[in-house]
């Protein structure tokens, strides 16, 4: 099978079915902008009126949007594992992707909060840049600076134990995948059960913060990707996967908020990722059949390709390009809304909160499109070339 440009980046080990999956590049973008979604709607920006009961109702359970980066997060990087990449590389290549940014937006996180005239003490800068803060039930801490980096500080835990998940993984019997993906996935209803016992702020760290809560997510993408390479894939279609997961997030609303944004939306988030990996894997396929089938074959196998990809975002291609600003849209678009919201003031009027929404999500977009062209990119390939571990 041609070998086309993997969606995260090179990994551990070679998948026979290595091929980019741009329909998780694209489900990125709306990961992000139901987070965007949530954060306007917790941000006080509309104090009343129809628009706020809209924007509660449609992003309500916009967080889960964080679930759904971490499942595709841990589908990807299985999807794309390398068999000459050590974890001495993988991991100075997850570094070289992720820290420039997570520096870049904590650096105008102090620079906004030394304008502003408040303080910060060594006690939260110093775990903030070490993607340690995730570890300390301290709101003060674990959300300081730059709020959404906890989500890095997951992602780094992540990427420490990949290596190790992985051969764990590629040693388990295909048989058991299923099983074990739905165990994984009554562990999601499980942990939030378990903390109930919690007072209020240990319990929402440990539900939402802490990493070892959050692996589950990025271990189910990790076996759905392993049983989509290994064809134990069922015939499910991207549609219905779609309809379903719409439906639990919706209904998710109707839960007890412990449950509300992790338990109820990370299976169908789970299924309908491996769907659309699945769609795209055989779209690819249907193309290589077409380059290397006769003449006569040609026509069908690219129509196969069509049919394949019919139902996926990778059909829209300005979904594909937005996602990959996705990573530095989701660094930058709550301190983009912070300031907007304070510059701009009360909005007296349902028309100037949503033009204050609107700023912030202009002021979002560049953020991240100059993120990801001058930190990003240019990072990434600098570290990348400066070091090569072995």
């Known amino acids: 099978m041609t070998a086309v440009e993997p969606v995260e980046g090179q990994t551990l080990r070679h998948s026979p079915t290595t091929v980019w999956l741009p329909s998780l590049s694209g489900l990125r973008f709306g990961a992000v902008i139901v987070v965007f979604g949530f954060h306007v709607s ?28 971490f499942i595709i997060s841990g589908f990807v990087l299985t999807w794309s594992a390398q068999p000459d990449e050590t974890p001495a590389r993988f991991w100075w290549r997850r570094f070289a992707k992720i820290y420039p940014n997570h520096a870049a937006t904590s650096l105008v996180a102090l620079v906004a909060i030394a304008v502003a005239g408040a303080g910060v003490s060594a006690a939260v800068v110093l775990p903030n840049l070490l993607l340690i803060h995730v570890w300390i039930p301290d709101q003060r801490i674990f959300f300081g600076l730059n709020a959404v980096s906890w989500f890095i500080a997951c992602e780094a835990f992540f990427y420490a134990v990949f290596p190790a998940l992985y051969r764990w993984l590629d040693r388990l019997p295909s048989r058991a995948l299923w099983p074990g993906t739905l165990a994984i996935f009554a562990t999601t209803w499980a942990i939030p059960l378990a903390a109930q016992h919690l007072p209020g702020l240990a319990k929402y760290w440990v539900i939402w913060i802490l990493p070892l809560s959050r692996l589950p997510e990025f271990v189910a993408g990790m076996l759905l990707a392993r049983i989509v390479q290994t064809a134990r894939w069922p015939s499910l279609g991207v549609a219905p996967l779609a309809v379903i997961a719409g439906a639990a997030y919706f209904a998710s609303s109707l839960l007890p908020v412990d449950f509300r944004y992790v338990a109820a939306t990370a299976a169908p988030l789970a299924l309908l990722v ?29 129509k196969d390709a069509s049919v394949d990809s019919r139902a996926t975002p990778s059909r829209f291609r300005w979904m594909v390009r937005l996602g990959e ?66």
């Open 42 to 69: 917790v941000a006080g920006v509309f104090n009343s009126g129809g628009v706020k009961t809209l924007l509660a109702w449609i992003f309500g359970a916009g967080a889960g949007g964080v679930s759904l980066f």
């Open 274 to 302: 491996a769907a659309l990996g699945a769609a795209d894997a055989a779209a690819a396929n249907a193309v290589d059949r077409a380059h290397t089938s006769s003449p006569a074959n040609v026509a069908d196998a690219a």
């Open 325 to 390: 600003y996705a990573f530095a849209f989701f660094l930058v678009h709550q301190l983009a809304l912070r300031f907007v919201v304070k510059v701009a003031g009360p909005a007296d009027s349902e028309l100037a909160a949503m033009a204050v929404v609107l700023s912030a999500f202009a002021v979002a977009v560049l953020g991240s499109w100059l993120l990801h062209h001058f930190v990003e990119l240019p990072a990434a390939r600098l570290l990348t070339r400066a070091r090569s571990p072995a």
